[in-house]
C-alpha cells in the first residue's frame, strides 16, 4: 500500500519551463535531415469535376521536386470505416481520401501536393498550379438542404442511433399546462487551435516515421498503416508536444498519409503544415445546425415531455451529426422524450468533434428554453432544476455512478451571488447599460476507451522512477498529472518522477478523446505503478537481507521512496543496489467498464454569468462567469481549472463570436482567416471562478476520475444567452448573438 500525497496538489506544469523558453518540441519544429516540404493546392469551386491539371509551370520552378495529382499519386490500399479515435481503431477524419479521382466534393478539397526543397518555393509552385474545372451548383446551407433531409440509422462514425425516444411525446405535451417552443440557429464553427495541423514524414526503407500533431498516436498510426496497407510495426508516431486540438486533431485526417506518400515518392523526408486557411477546409468543423425543442410541464414545474429534433448538413460520404441529444435526453427526469437527428447531403468535409462536440449546441437549446419556462411559471430557474432532477438516468433506469449536480447548483449560485435575484427582465441598469444574470445546467457523458489502455514504470537503482504511455499531451498538463499519479502509486517524491509519452515505441493509450484522458491515462499508469510497487514489496520481504524480510506484504507501506512495516525499513534504491539490478520494471493495464454497465456515468456541472448589454449600440459585455463542477476525483486543481475556464470562455465565444457561414453560390467559407473569424480573445475575457466539487466514484476507473475537458463549455453559452435575456426581456435565437439581433 501507499499513502497518497502527490494526488490532488496543484503542481505546476513539469513542461512549463520548456514550453515557454522554446525549447519544446512540435511536431513542425523537429528537425530532420535532408527534409523537404510539402504545400497542398485546394480546389476552388466546391462541386463538379477536375477537366484537367496544369502543373508544367510549378515543375520548371527552382527547388521544385514533384507535384502529385489524382493523375500520378499512388492509390491509397483501403479506406478505413469513420469510428472515432476513442475505439482505438483506425480513425480517418471521413470516408474520402482526395487525389484519387477527378470528382470535387466540397470547396478546398486536396488537389495537389508540390514538394520543394523550401516551404517558400512550395508555396510559389502551387500557386504556379492551374486547374480547370466542370462547375455544378453546391448544396451547402440549411435552405439549399432542408428539403433533402432524411433520419440516419446512425451518426457520429456510428455509434448513435439518428433517433432516441421514451415514452408517448406527443401525450405528454397534450397534457401539459406549459408548453414552450423554439427554434435555434447555429453558425458553423471552425478550428483554430494555435498549433496549425502538420505531419513530418521519414521512410527509412520500409519503415516510416510520422511526426505528427495529434491527439492519439496509436491512432495516427493505425490509420495511415491502413491507407498506405503497411504493416502496423513498420510505422512509428511522435507527438510529445501538440498546441491545443479541441478535437481538430481527434481524428486523422488525410495531410498525414499524404505526407507520407509524397515523401515515399521524392525519397527524402517530407514535412507537410496546414496554412491558417487550409484548417477550414482541412480538419472538419462544427456544422451549421438547427435545433427545434419543445417543453411540457405542469403548473408546479413537473417536466411532461421533451421533444428536440435537430437539422444539419453532412458530407457526401458520412452520415455525422454531433450528438446534441445525448445530455438532452439524460439530464432531466422527465417520462416522455423524442429525439431526432435529421441530415442532407452537402458540399462540405465530413463535420468532426470540436470541443463539447453536440453537448455544447443541445444544452444551450434546452437550458435557454428551461429558463424560459421558468419564466413562463414564475418560478427560479434553479428552483425549476431542481423539481426536476433526475436521480437515476431517464432513459435506462440505472443509478448515476456519481452524480454532485444538487451541490454544484447549491455551491455555483452562492458562490456567484444568485439569491435575492430579481427575476423581472430589463429592470437593472447602470448608466447606458442594462444588467442580466442567467444561469444554466452542464452534463457531459462520460465515455470509457473500447479497449484495453496500457503503460510501463520503471524504478532505477538510484531510486528515481519513469513511466510511459503512447499518449500526446495536447494542452491538458497530462505530463504533469500522471507524474503525480505515478508518484503516488509507487510511493516516491514527485520530484524523483517522470513521465514519458509521445510515442507509439511505447505502450498503448487510445486518443484522449471526450474528456476520457484523464481517467483511461490514470487507470493504466496507477495500473503499471501498483504493480511495481508490489513486485518490489515481494522482493523485499523475500530478501534475507532486507530489514523487511519476512514481513506480510500486506503490512508494508511505500513512501517518498522507502519501504517500511513497522518499525523496519528498507528503500527501493537499496534493494536493488543490494541485489545488483540497475531497474526493476511492471507493466499494467485498464480493461474499461463492459457493454452493459450497472451504472449511468456522466459529469455534471452548474454555470452562472453576469452580462451588460448595450441596447441603443448592441453591445454585450459579458462582466463574470461563475461555475461549479463535479467531475469525479480531482487530480490536479490547478490543470484542472485551467482546462474548466477554457471551455467556459470557449462557451462565451459560442455565445456572442465564432460563427461562420457558406455562400450558397460558390460553397466558400465567408471568413478564412483568424482577421474574418472571430475568437475570444485576453481584453474578451470577464472574471472566472470556477469551484470544483469532488465525489466519490469507483466505478468510471480505479481513481475516480471523470475528466473535465469539456464540460466547462456545456451550458457557458446557455448561461450568457439566458443573462442577456434577463438584461434585455428578449429571446435570442440566433446563436452567436450578433449586433444586428439586439438593434
Known sequence: MTTATAIGQPLDRVDGRSKVTG???????????????????????????????????????????????????PRIAEQPPLIPSLAGTAAPGQTFFPMQDDVIHYAGQHLAIVVADTWERAQHAASAVRVHYAETRPVTTLEQGRDQAYVPDRIFGGWLPGRVGRGDVEAGLAEADVRVEATFTYAANNHNPLEASGTTAEWDGDELVLYDSTQGVNATQITVARLLGVPLSKVRVVSHF???????????????????????????PVRLVLTREQMFTSVGHREEQEQHIALGATRDGRLTAIRHHKLSPTSHFDDWAEPSIGVTSEIYACPNFDGVYRIFR?????????????????????????????????LDPIELRLRNH?????????????????????????????????PRPGVRREG??????????????????????RA????????????????????????????????????????????????????????????????????????AGTALRNQLIGRAVADANSPLHGADPLDVVARDGLLTAGTAADSYADLLQRNFQPDAEASGAWSPPGRDPEFAMMTFGAQFAEVAVDAELGLVRVRRMAGAFAPGRVLNPKTAR?????????????????????????????????????????????????????????????????????????????????????????R???????IEDLL
Not at 470540436?354 to 424560459?372: Q, S, V, W
Request: net charge negative.
Open 346 to 378: 452537402a458540399n462540405t468535409m465530413t463535420p468532426t468533434f470540436m470541443r463539447a462536440p453536440g453537448e455544447a449546441t443541445g444544452m444551450l437549446a434546452l437550458e435557454c428554453a428551461m429558463d424560459e419556462l421558468a419564466h413562463e411559471l414564475g
Open 456 to 527: 510501463r514504470a520503471r524504478v532505477y537503482a538510484d531510486g528515481t522512477a519513469v513511466v510511459q504511455a503512447a499518449t500526446p499531451d495536447f494542452g491538458t498538463g497530462v505530463a504533469t498529472v500522471m507524474t503525480q499519479v505515478a508518484a503516488d502509486a509507487l510511493g516516491l517524491p514527485v520530484d524523483r518522477c517522470r513521465f514519458e509519452n509521445g510515442d507509439t515505441d511505447l505502450p498503448n493509450i487510445a486518443a484522449a478523446v471526450g474528456s476520457a484522458g484523464a481517467g483511461m491515462i490514470s487507470a493504466a499508469v496507477h495500473s
Open 432 to 453: 447606458d447599460w442594462l444588467i442580466g444574470t442567467g444561469m444554466a445546467s452542464a452534463g457531459y457523458p462520460v465515455a470509457p476507451p473500447a479497449n484495453p489502455q
Open 242 to 268: 501538440v498546441g491545443g486540438s479541441f478535437g481538430s486533431k481527434a481524428m486523422i485526417h488525410n495531410h498525414a498519409a499524404l505526407a507520407a506518400m509524397a515523401a515515399r515518392e521524392v525519397g527524402r
Open 642 to 730: 485551467s482546462q474548466l475556464m477554457g471551455g467556459m470562455l470557449w462557451g462565451l465565444g459560442q455565445a456572442l463570436l465564432e460563427a461562420n457561414h457558406t455562400h450558397p453560390r460558390t460553397g466558400h467559407w465567408a471568413s478564412a482567416s483568424l482577421g474574418e473569424y472571430l475568437v475570444a480573445v485576453n481584453a474578451d475575457a470577464p472574471d472566472v471562478d470556477v469551484d470544483l466539487i469532488e465525489v466519490e466514484d469507483d466505478v468510471v476507473n480505479p481513481l475516480g476520475v471523470k475528466g473535465v475537458g469539456e464540460i466547462g463549455q456545456v451550458g457557458a453559452a446557455a448561461a450568457i444567452v439566458n443573462a442577456v435575456h434577463h438584461a434585455t426581456g428578449r
Open 23 to 73: 525549447s519544446a518540441r512540435y511536431s513542425a519544429e523537429i528537425p530532420v535531415p535532408g527534409m523537404v516540404y510539402a504545400c497542398l493546392v485546394g480546389s476552388r469551386i466546391a462541386n463538379g469535376r477536375v477537366t484537367g491539371i496544369d502543373t508544367t509551370a510549378a515543375l520548371e520552378e527552382e527547388g521544385v521536386l514533384a507535384v502529385l495529382t489524382h493523375q500520378n499519386l
Open 390 to 422: 433526475a436521480d437515476v438516468s431517464p432513459s435506462s433506469g440505472l443509478p448515476w455512478s456519481s452524480s454532485g449536480l444538487r451541490e454544484c447548483y447549491r455551491r455555483g449560485a452562492a458562490r456567484f451571488g444568485w439569491e435575492g435575484r430579481d
Open 732 to 738: 435570442m435565437r440566433t446563436i452567436p448573438i450578433t
